[in-house]
């Protein structure tokens, strides 16, 4: 957990975001040209991402949530993987879009997968802002990524820490005054 001695450092900056987001934007659009997809955000931390994402696509989209937990207040996943809130929209043979903020060990993506391939939706892929590679423990696919980062915690753009900092606008590292 940081301290008191720990600052926040940019590490990716919103407008580095905004361009991303852009750019996962026009991807979307030309691959579900001609559907009517469902995009499922995976609260708390694709909100923002989510929202930005949205305001780009000029094609008809529904959206729905889905609240799961792994983490609690600790900077790393417990590796249990629970719904909180379900989904309210059928999924049954629909285009599915699943947005996330970070893909970080892969559980809690492949547990909401597996979750969804059992509704038995036409197509399923993965939009997700940032990926930590280095940390996966269950394989998963993502069609749509933003960023891929190193193994640090991050926090800003809707990614917290014990439900704060999600209201920065860039994405932040901590860093050790000591090693500034």
């Known amino acids: 957990m940081p301290d008191q001695d720990c600052q926040l450092k940019v590490l990716i900056t919103r407008e580095e975001i905004k361009n991303t987001v852009a750019k996962l934007a026009n991807e979307i659009k030309e691959d579900y040209r001609g559907k009517h997809p469902l995009l499922i955000g995976v609260l708390k931390g694709s909100f923002v991402f989510m929202a930005d994402l949205i305001r780009q696509l000029d094609l008809p989209v529904e959206i729905d949530f889905i609240r799961l937990c792994s983490y609690g207040a600790d900077m790393k996943s417990s590796g249990k993987v629970k719904v909180v809130q379900r989904l309210k929209t059928p999924v049954k043979g629909r285009d599915v879009l699943v947005i996330e903020d970070i893909v970080d060990t892969g559980l809690t993506l492949s547990f909401l997968l597996n979750y969804l391939r059992r509704k038995k939706p036409a197509s399923l892929k993965v939009c997700a802002l940032t990926d930590k590679p280095s940390r996966r423990k269950a394989p998963v696919s993502i ?38």
Do not use: M
């Not at 991050?154 to 439900?163: A, F, P, S």
């Open 143 to 180: 069609e749509y990524l933003g960023f891929t980062l190193p193994d640090k915690f991050i926090v800003g753009y809707g990614l917290d820490l014990d439900q704060k900092f999600r209201n920065l606008p860039d994405i932040c590292v901590f860093e050790d005054d000591e090693s500034s």
